[in-house]
């Protein structure tokens, strides 16, 4: 079970799971909590079960004006936690810091999201009644995963020859085929 806490001009529920974005915005009002790993099932799949670390994660919501007229919703959000990855030098356990720290702007629908969002740096999401808050958490965790976990220095020495030295070896051996090639006739002359 996830924990969170609310603060804002009213006093109003929100939930992180069914938000109300718009009235976030409107109240100014900011969520924050901690989750379990378990509830990112996506997530915790990339720790492949090494990591029981929490999720924590902050957003808060405002109304800033539109350049198309009337106020637009706009969330900020931060999220981190540590999973445990795979290194790729020694494919031993890491502890990967985890962070994200982005701004959102909200659409009222598709079309118009899909025409800010072409023109606008930040992304533009479309505004839902039940928006989930910790879906869009664990997207941007997702994709803030380094391409190729590894250690600053891995705990065990790890064997970075260039070549194997069987291979070298072998390498002395003759190649059959230069003996077929001598056995070619040559059929130009």
Request: charged share 30%; net charge negative.
């Amino acid at each position: 079970m996830w924990r969170f806490s609310y603060t804002g001009a009213m006093k109003q529920e929100f939930s992180p799971r069914r938000l109300d974005l718009k009235a976030l915005a409107r109240a100014k009002g900011k969520l924050s909590g901690e989750s379990p790993l378990a509830d990112f099932e996506r997530l915790k799949g990339e720790a492949q079960g090494l990591s029981e670390n929490p999720v924590t994660w902050a957003a808060s919501g405002e109304m800033r004006p539109s350049e198309i007229g009337g106020d637009q919703v706009w969330l900020h959000l931060t999220a981190r936690t540590t999973l445990s990855l795979v290194c790729q030098r020694c494919m031993r356990p890491v502890d990967t810091l985890i962070a994200a720290d982005r701004w959102f702007r909200f659409a009222p629908d598709e079309a118009t999201a899909a025409a800010l969002d072409d023109e606008s740096d930040e992304d533009v999401l479309v505004l839902d009644g039940a928006f989930d808050l910790l879906s869009l958490v664990e997207d941007e965790l997702l994709m803030s995963l380094p391409l190729v976990p590894r250690h600053e220095q891995c705990p065990v020495d790890i064997k970075l020859a260039v070549a194997d030295p069987d291979f070298v070896a072998d390498a002395a051996k003759p190649n059959p085929f230069a003996r077929l090639a001598s056995l070619r006739v040559d059929k130009t002359g």
